[in-house]
């Protein structure tokens, strides 16, 4: 069995953090599902921006769309749909197979919208329907705003993947929002069980750090928060309050690293997959990432629920002076920021190519 087999044995999903119409139409994605152990996957604006830019792949159905009048950003919604709908398609028997559990696709509600949460839940469900597919998580970013609007878009049942946190605190605010939707669902009366994960982003914690840690430190901060993380999540969901909720039908939120690239030219290629394996968890991961893990990647030590080993470097960072939650905190703001402005490039880029099909046509 090769090595995201065995990882996938040991309870951890493999998601791909990329998806391209090549991708589906040439059958890549099924082999990767087929060989590779894959049983979902995620996009968000900068994948779509790379594919569309990268391809003629959407051309036709861009010109198809503009001759019918629709504005840029519904042009993107229709060309994600149906790409998501096929990949959601593939991973269907696992969605099946596990009762929910596993096999999702991701699409992204609009960034402009990650400090309205009333605008952000109505889109939710909206893109949600369009969808037309059960395994289809629609992200929302973990900001303040945007945990209003996760814990009212579980309560419609709409499955939810929750994007741009940073930090366990950020974390358990995000935990604590998906939980209060399925006790206001249970109060209710409907079904408690509605899919979510909840996206902890690692390898841009070493990056925001890199040039201010000792070099014994340096590579080593985004698996301890990760691996804090992880032991707040088991805590999370092990208390009495979950455990009535269990007898609910409830399922508890998943989590899921992703950002889990790496980004240091000196480090492993397959550091944070490698450093990040967990049960009952999930690591959405670069092609490139995945390729390098499937080829000579390793399974070793799983994650436990003892934070004290992580915590004990986040002290030695601490002394080094850096302060992890001003820098969480930075990485969300500049998070939202980033995700708004690939959000714009997107935009951009769609209506370039509107204008490049009408001149040929």
Known sequence: MNPTGLLHRAGQSLWLDN?????????????????????????????????????????????????????????????ALDDLREAADIFRPVFDRTGGVDGYVSLEVSPVLAYDAT????????????????????????????????????????????TLLFSA???LACAEAYTRGIERRVEAGLPAGVGSV???????????????????????LGIAIG??????????????RWRRLLNEGARPQRLLFASTGTKDPAASDVLYVEG???PYTVNTMPEEALL???????????????????EALMARLAAAGVDVGAVGHDLQVKGAESFVKSWGSLIGRIESRVAQVAAAG
């Open 119 to 162: 605008a952000t839940t109505l889109e939710a469900a909206r893109l949600h329907g369009l969808g037309m597919r059960p395994n289809l998580f629609i992200k929302i970013p973990g900001t303040a705003e945007g945990l209003r609007a996760i814990e009212d878009t579980i309560f419609a049942g709409v499955p939810v993947n929750v």
């Open 227 to 240: 691996q804090t993380t992880y032991a707040e999540y088991c805590r999370f969901f092990s208390s009495d």
């Open 19 to 79: 998806i391209t119409r090549d991708l589906l139409t040439s059958g890549t994605l099924e082999r990767y599902a087929r060989e590779l152990a894959v049983t979902g996957l995620t996009s968000n604006p900068t994948i779509y921006d790379r594919a569309i830019g990268g391809t003629s792949a959407y051309d036709k159905a861009i010109g198809a769309a503009a001759s019918r009048g629709t504005v840029a950003e519904e042009i993107f919604f229709g060309l």
């Open 169 to 171: 605190p950020q974390y």
């Open 198 to 220: 909840a996206s902890i982003f690692i390898s841009r914690w070493d990056a925001a750090v890199a040039g201010s840690v000792p070099e014994d430190l340096r590579n080593r």
């Open 276 to 278: 990040l394996a967990a």
């Open 292 to 310: 390098a893990f499937a080829d000579h990647g390793r399974v070793g030590q799983l994650l436990t629920a003892d934070p004290a080993p992580a």
